[in-house]
């Protein structure tokens, strides 16, 4: 297709590319929005085949707030649905998300996240310079330390 001719509406949804420039994924049936995320999974898979922790579920969802009516309008209800959920082998839960950077939505959520549940929010990315899996709060301060 040369640049005067135009795309059809099929053409161009195949072509159209997510915001954050991450591709979709599937491994082991299982699809993931990131190679970030299909990475991490399977991580998990290795810390799990060697004991280090007791299980994982994939896709969890959490309800944040519950639908309701005012004013004769009716609000949906509003859920959180992490990457992963992981049980620790002291039986603890983690709730994680693989994220390259916080959006301003995530935020909130996580804010909502925080005041309904007990278990801890992890956010984790992968970084080469601190060693590989880590909190995306340590790559910022990595970062700004080392004024990246």
Not at 10 to 32: L, P
Not at 98 to 114: A, N, Y
Request: glycine share 6%; net charge positive.
């Amino acid at each position: 297709m040369n640049k005067t001719e135009r795309m059809n509406p099929q053409q161009f949804r195949k072509k159209k590319k997510h915001k954050y420039r991450a591709q979709k994924v599937t491994v082991d049936g299982h699809s993931f929005d990131s190679k970030l995320e299909a990475g991490y999974y399977r991580q998990l898979l290795w810390l799990k085949m060697h004991g280090d922790i007791k299980d994982f579920k994939l896709q969890p969802r959490y309800l944040l707030q519950e639908a309701f009516t005012k004013n004769g309008k009716t609000h949906r209800k509003i859920e959180y649905v992490a990457d992963f959920e992981i049980e620790h082998k002291d039986g603890s839960i983690e709730t994680v998300d693989v994220k390259g950077m916080e959006t301003p939505e995530f935020r909130l959520k996580l804010k909502l996240f925080e005041k309904e549940y007990p278990q801890k929010l992890s956010l984790v990315t992968y970084h080469a310079g601190l060693g590989g899996w880590c909190e995306l709060d340590d790559v910022k301060k990595f970062k700004k330390q080392n004024k990246i």
